[in-house]
């Protein structure tokens, strides 16, 4: 059996900066890691961080791999080339139902050469359960979790981390705490129990399972995030690209996107920021597998013509 890790955590918790520590981890303990990654619009931004950490990497751009997206992911899996000491990892987007996704996996007769999913849950340190209507989809991105990571633990100080970790408990979410290199260690544990087991005859979860059944899920329809794709120009400075971020309606809570910026032409950059926290630059070389620079926007009822106003009037000016 291929051993099966679930990424989970709202938008912008730091899924992919995870990631990105955990795949050298596996990879140092002798596995050989692959990723399937699902974003809104264009998951192949997140691709290009990982691009040489992986044995091959699968983006899935849309909705939810528990909803929309779901057959995209399975002919995923199911296509998978199984082999020794391989590992796939999986990367939901941020407003993923994650019972809905475990219990979709568990029941879908083709992925039964996956052992059950082990799933870590990266929390926001810093917006933890500050997200007004959207609270009760991170937590529940959390109940479901075998791991926890709490993220920017440098940036909240200690106090806060006291608080998260006191919600956290006043909820019963007491899954240990690993860092990246902890739930390589795990994984490996898993892998080498697992090598010579059949796949799994039962779709049903086996004993040891840490996977919760919910008989009832709020509808996914009341999570539904917009997004939208804003092409850039093929130089853009980086005053110009900060200016437009920081002009952004507070209903954008998350951006991402790749650019050449005029100060470093020579390479490229991705660049994500997370409501109005300072914008986060990545060099990801000279080389890029998308077809040109570009900015993806999340968030609740984005409105777009106003947008692409902003876009026109600062980039084309």
Known sequence: MTPLVLLVGFLGAGKTTY??????????????????????????????????LAGSIVPISGSCVCCGSREELTGAMSNFQHAPNRVLVIETNGTTDSGELIEMLAIDPALRSFTPPIQLSVIDGQRWQKRFWHNALELAQVRTAGYLFISRQEEIGPARQQKVEESLASHGLNA???????????????????????????????????????EHHEPHDAHH????????????????????????????????????LSESSEEYH????????????????????????????????????????????????
């Open 176 to 214: 240990p705490r690993v860092d990246p290199a902890a739930l390589a260690a795990e994984i490996a544990a898993v892998a080498g129990a697992v090598e010579n087991i059949p796949a799994r005859s039962d779709p049903a979860h086996p004993d040891g399972c840490a996977c919760h059944h919910h």
């Open 270 to 317: 991705v660049f994500q920021r997370v409501d109005d926290a300072a914008t986060q630059w990545l060099p990801v070389g000279r080389v890029t597998r998308l077809s040109h620079p570009l900015v993806i926007l999340i968030g609740p009822s984005i409105d777009p013509e106003p947008i692409r106003a902003l876009s026109a009037g600062l980039f084309e000016s």
């Open 225 to 260: 995030f917009a997004s939208l794709q804003i092409d850039l120009p093929d130089v853009v400075s980086r005053r110009a690209l900060e200016t437009f971020l920081s002009r952004l309606p507070r209903e954008v809570i998350r951006v991402k996107g790749l650019a050449r």
């Open 19 to 52: 990631l990105r520590e955990l795949l050298p981890q596996l990879r140092s303990r002798g596995l050989d890691p692959h990723v399937i990654i699902n974003d809104y619009q264009n998951a192949r931004v997140d691709a290009e961080q990982l691009r040489e």
